[in-house]
C-alpha cells in the first residue's frame, strides 16, 4: 500500500501550516497536525496485519516543503518523517522538492 501525498493530497492538507488553519484537534499546533496522517496510518497498517493471505508493503510518499512563506519548512519535514519512522512503515520516499532541486537530493527511509 503506497500512500501518495504531495502538496494537495489530503495527508499534506492536514499537515501544512500553510492549509490547515483549524484550531481542533487536527490542527493548530505541529503534534495536532500529524493526527489525521497518523490516525490513517495506523488503520491501514491495522486492516492490512489482517490479511494472513498476503503482505502487504505499506509506505509514503509525500512532498517536504511548499514553496509559500508559511508553508511546511524541512525542521516539519523531519518531524513527520520521524513520526512516519514511528509507525514503522516498509519505506518512505520523500523527493527533492521545487525549492530543493539545486542539492538533487531524494531521502529513501526503509525499514
Not at 519548512?73 to 518531524?79: G, N
Request: charged residues 30%; positive net charge; aromatic residues 10%.
Amino acid at each position: 500500500m503506497r500512500g501518495k501525498n504531495d502538496e494537495s493530497k489530503i495527508f499534506m492538507q492536514f499537515f501544512s501550516t500553510y492549509i490547515n488553519r483549524r484550531d481542533d484537534t487536527y490542527g493548530g499546533s505541529l503534534e495536532k497536525s500529524l493526527t489525521f496522517p497518523m490516525a490513517v496510518v495506523d488503520k491501514v497498517k491495522k486492516v492490512l496485519a489482517g490479511n494472513k493471505k498476503q503482505p502487504f508493503i505499506v509506505g509514503d510518499r509525500f512532498s517536504p516543503e511548499e514553496p509559500e512563506t508559511v508553508g511546511i519548512t524541512k525542521a516539519e519535514t523531519l518531524t513527520l518523517v520521524n513520526a512516519f519512522v514511528s509507525k514503522e512503515l516498509d519505506y518512505l520516499h520523500v523527493p527533492k522538492s521545487a525549492l530543493a532541486r539545486k542539492c538533487q537530493k531524494t531521502w529513501l527511509v526503509s525499514n
